[in-house]
Nanobody, 127 residues
Framework: HVQLVESGGGSVQAGGSLRLSCELS????????LGWFRQAPGKERERVAA?????????YAAFMSDRFTISAPHNGESATFLQMTNLTPDDTALYTC????????????????????WGRGTQVTVS
């Protein structure tokens, strides 16, 4: 059973940076699509970025600029990271990591319903 634990959130001023981590445990020898989602108060959850641990080009939400970068685990690592730079108050949200269904490579329209394992999230607050 795959488990995901996020960390790295916090409070920063606008223009600052944060690096979120998603530690993967359990069935880590299998390849997964790992994704980051976020949900701000009063808003729907939206996708941020996704990457397949077996390699390939990362996927980003259409509205994402180059401020965010997702990286996949490699060389025996068990964590994926989301590097966020030049943060704005609009980035304030609960950021959650998710693992996709076994065998799915992040292909297609990567929706929340394609992910079956979820962490509890880490809060990011930008002021």
């Amino acid at each position: 059973h795959v488990q995901l634990v996020e960390s790295g959130g916090g409070s920063v001023q606008a223009g600052g940076s944060l690096r979120l981590s998603c530690e993967l445990s359990g069935n880590t020898y299998s390849r997964h699509c790992l994704g980051w989602f976020r949900q701000a108060p009063g808003k729907e959850r939206e996708r941020v970025a996704a990457v397949y641990t077996g390699g390939g080009t990362p996927r980003y939400a259409a509205f994402m600029s180059d401020r965010f970068t997702i990286s996949a685990p490699h060389n025996g690592e068990s964590a994926t990271f989301l590097q966020m730079t030049n943060l704005t108050p609009d980035d304030t949200a609960l950021y959650t990591c998710a693992a996709g269904k076994l065998g799915w490579t992040c292909a297609g329209d990567w929706k929340a319903s394609d992910f079956e394992h979820w962490g509890r999230g880490t809060q990011v607050t930008v002021s």
